[in-house]
């Protein structure tokens, strides 16, 4: 599932207000570990059932931001470009900094049962359409990972859309501060010749793939971080 707001990006007004209180560094710790966790599971919760998390982080001057970041399940609706049918997901991530707030939202299209992505509606005027899904495993351990799916991302919403970019979304099972956490990492490509711009949000599981309210939002764009935030 494309978890990402690069789309909003986009918009100037958060890209900026990101970029101000932006800090280096990386995404959790990952480290190894033998109990299974229930990964579909909890893919399953994350977009059929929604949730919302809240994280924190500090700009280089010391200023403190946070950004919330909430799934809300849709009834189902007509796939751009593709045509047909499928369930919905709202991924809505708000900034806030100095008192001052902005949002994004992005529309998910994918199969409720196999969890398959097969589209999504930036907001923005852009979409964009799998080409390749790979099934997560029910259960793994920390430290696993692999391919969810590939994407190409078109210049509009409706049929004759030209391709614009590509993009492909890895996930993981992680730790960091004693916690399991499941992992998506998006990587676009974009124009050639540009720099790859990379999300990672990761958010706690139980064992039985339960979410839990511990998060982690990791951006950078054309090499630069733009957000390393987390509610440990």
Known sequence: MRISFFAALRRGSL????????C??????????????????AMGHWLNDGGSWTVNGKGPAGQSYSLNIQFSAMKPGAIPIVGG?????VETLTATIDGASVDGAVT??????????????????????ATANTAMPSNASTGAGGAIYAASDYDGCAAGAAVISTSSTDWSLETAAGFALLCLKQTALGPAGAAPAVQSTCVEIAADGTLGGRAHLFVSLAGVTLIDAGNF
């Open 15 to 22: 890209a900026a207000l990101v970029l101000m209180a932006g």
């Open 24 to 41: 280096g560094g990386s995404g959790g710790d990952s480290g190894g570990g033998s109990q299974d966790y229930a990964v579909r599971t």
């Open 85 to 89: 049918m499928a369930a919905r997901t």
């Open 108 to 129: 998910y299209y994918y199969d409720s049962a196999s969890l398959s992505f097969i589209a999504s509606d930036n907001g923005t005027g852009g979409c964009s359409v």
